[in-house]
C-alpha cells in the first residue's frame, strides 16, 4: 500500500495561492496515476484533478481549469496542486490519492490509496 501524506494547506484570502503537496512513501508512486480530490462540509467528495504516470497528461474538473496545475516529481515521490486565484468556494478538505493505473482517471473508486487530507479556506 503507497502511504500519502498532504501538506500545504491553510487560510488564504479570495484572489490567493497556496501550494498542496503529497508525498509518497513508496517508489511506485512513480508508475501510477496520482489525483486531487476536495470534500467541503455536506458534500461528496469531488473530482478536482489528475496526472499519469509520466505528468504527460493532466485532467481537470471544469471550475478549476486555468486557476490550479497538477504536477510531481516523480525523483522525490511527491505530487503537487498549485491553486491561484482562490475562491471561497474552493474551500475544502484536499485529499491525494494514487490509482494503480498509468491512464487518467477521475472517479473516486479507481483511486486505491488515500492520503488524510489537508484543510484549505479561503475566507477574507
Known amino acids: 500500500q503507497v502511504q500519502l501524506v498532504e501538506s500545504g494547506g491553510g487560510l488564504v484570502q479570495p484572489g490567493g495561492s497556496l501550494r498542496l503537496s503529497c508525498a509518497a512513501s513508496?517508489?511506485?508512486?512513480?508508475?501510477?496515476?496520482m489525483g486531487w480530490f476536495r470534500q467541503a462540509p455536506g458534500k461528496e467528495r469531488e473530482f478536482v484533478a489528475a496526472i499519469n504516470w509520466s505528468g504527460g497528461i493532466t485532467s481537470y474538473v471544469d471550475s478549476v481549469k486555468g486557476r490550479f496545475t497538477i504536477s510531481r516529481d516523480n525523483a522525490k515521490n511527491t505530487g503537487y496542486l498549485q491553486m491561484n486565484s482562490l475562491k471561497p468556494e474552493d474551500t475544502a478538505v484536499y485529499y491525494c490519492?494514487?490509482?494503480?493505473?498509468?491512464?487518467?482517471?477521475?472517479?473516486?473508486?479507481?483511486?486505491?490509496?488515500w492520503g488524510q487530507g489537508t484543510q484549505v479556506t479561503v475566507s477574507s
Open positions: 490519492a494514487v490509482a494503480r493505473t498509468t491512464v487518467v482517471v477521475r472517479t473516486n473508486s479507481e483511486y486505491r490509496d
Open positions: 513508496e517508489r511506485t508512486f512513480r508508475f501510477y496515476t
